[in-house]
């Protein structure tokens, strides 16, 4: 049986490579996964760094600037050049959700767990609850934090799928972000529907089985958003090849058909305005003006004990020796100030989107969904700048200058915000839009790009 899908394409022969190769895939997985315990565990076992540490002579230092520093904006960014490929090839999680779910008990997945707003309340638990614990800073927090949704990961296998990965497809934190930063990918497995039917017309023909670990329905696959990029169904059925595409394709073609209001409150809510107001809190002077205007009345009124710092580490941050601590006082302002961030951040896009929507002609709330889509390139910008921040801060303590920074910050920002907005005029051209009402609904959404580029130039440029 032939399973080559197109041959005489080299990127389809990529992924028939990595069809063929599951097993070096599967041990180049659990080389990570020893790496990625060595570098939770070793940490959080030693003495924190002194003064004189460095990132090459000191361990905790070390993964910090590993974790935080490369691995997270790097995979951020891998999602738009190369798709979910992380997930589906080095990731540890993922690797141990699935090896669990192949001893497990092989349970069927209940309908509470697919509920479709988990991938917000999950990154917004984990991003609010990373910053109570400071968790770039330290390495016990990020073993709270990271292992804590890697046994998870591993006690969701154990119970549910066979050889599937349950936890990535429902309930991983950052899944949500990967997905949609992974429609900009101008790679993707394309299903060729005529070829597939065509494969069950001639009788005794069988395709073997393929285990699609997250539970992608392959034959109606249109995106890349929920695809892990793994190969192994690449040839499958001779329809379904790894193919090069327009990154404004899927935006553009295909989020449309199936509008998802939860990915839209992820990235109005949350990438745009949560995510923001979790990085730049600490830099805000208004924050620090209630602070201060909040205590002085604490102290007027004898309730000083919600300035001492009396939780442990794990509820709020609490290292005396390193004088980093927080009181209940910074603790709950602090979640305030990110909660506001995203609610007035996510309506003032929201409103704009819906102007948008509007201008397009009748109001429908899927073509809200559709221009919330493009938002993707400015929300996804954002986030990164915001997580390499702590690569610049690292670097520069090591002694580099990184004067391109502001200049490189700058471009990325301006080119996210292109993007978003050539992104809307493809999606108002899709509804056949006349050009004036596709010049007032592109105007609208550049509001909304306005809106959460706000955010980002006065954590880089004004505060
Ligand atoms: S659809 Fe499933 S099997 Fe195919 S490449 Fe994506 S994750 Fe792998």
Redesign the pocket.
């Known amino acids: 049986m032939s399973r080559s899908a197109s041959p005489n394409l080299p990127v389809a022969r990529i992924g028939e490579w990595l069809r063929e190769h599951q097993q070096a895939i599967r041990r180049l997985q659990w080389a990570v996964v020893v790496f990625y315990v060595l570098l939770l565990v070793v940490p959080a076992l030693v003495p924190m760094p002194d003064r004189q540490s460095h990132i090459w002579s000191n361990v905790v230092l070390f993964a910090q600037f590993i974790f935080w520093g490369i691995w997270w904006p790097f995979v951020l960014l891998s999602m738009v050049l190369v798709g979910r490929s992380w997930c ?1 090839l080095f990731c540890p999680e993922g690797a141990l959700a699935e090896a669990a779910s192949r001893f497990g008990l092989g349970r069927a997945t209940p309908g509470w767990i697919k509920w479709k707003g988990w991938p917000f309340t999950a990154f917004a638990c984990t991003t609010i609850y990373g910053q109570m614990v400071s968790v770039y800073q330290y390495p016990a927090p990020a073993l709270v934090v990271l292992g804590g949704s890697t046994l998870a990961a591993i006690a969701v296998g154990l119970r549910m799928g066979r050889g599937k990965r349950v936890w990535c497809r429902y309930l991983c934190p950052v899944s949500g972000v990967f997905g949609l930063l992974s429609k900009l990918a101008p790679l993707h ?1 394309r299903v060729d529907q005529a070829a597939w039917r065509g494969w069950g017309s001639e009788a005794g023909r069988r395709a073997p089985a ?5 539970l ?1 329905p ?1 034959r109606t ?1 249109r995106g890349a958003s929920a ?8 040839g499958f059925k001779g329809a ?1 090849a790894l193919e090069v595409r327009s990154p404004s394709r899927e935006i553009v073609e295909v989020a449309g058909a199936d509008p998802r209001p939860w990915e839209t409150v992820l990235i109005v809510f949350g990438l745009m305005g949560l995510a923001a107001g979790a990085f730049q809190w600490t830099a805000n002077p208004l924050y620090v003006m209630a602070k201060l205007a909040i205590a002085e009345w604490l102290i007027d009124h004898g309730a000083t004990m919600l300035m001492e710092p009396r939780w442990p580490w794990w509820i709020l941050t609490n290292y005396p020796d390193q004088s980093d601590m927080m009181s209940p006082l910074d603790g709950g302002l602090m979640i305030a100030y990110i909660l506001a961030t995203a609610l007035v951040t996510g309506l003032a896009v929201s409103a704009a989107l819906a102007v948008a929507a509007r201008s397009l002609g009748r109001f429908e709330t899927r073509k809200f969904h559709h221009l919330a889509q493009c938002l993707i390139p400015i929300a996804g910008g954002g986030v990164f700048l915001g997580l390499s921040a702590l690569t610049v801060t690292m670097l520069r303590a090591e002694g580099l200058a990184l004067d391109f920074v502001g200049v490189m910050r700058a471009c990325l920002l301006a080119g996210a915000a292109a993007w978003s907005l050539w992104l809307s005029w493809l999606v108002c051209r899709h509804y056949g839009a006349s050009l004036p009402r596709r010049i007032a609904s592109v105007a609208a959404v550049a509001c909304a790009v306005m809106v959460g580029t706000v955010n980002w130039i006065a954590l880089f440029w004004i505060w």
């Open positions: 589906g497995y393929v285990n699609c670990a997250p992608v392959i696959m695809c892990h990029m793994c190969g192994r169904c690449a379904v």
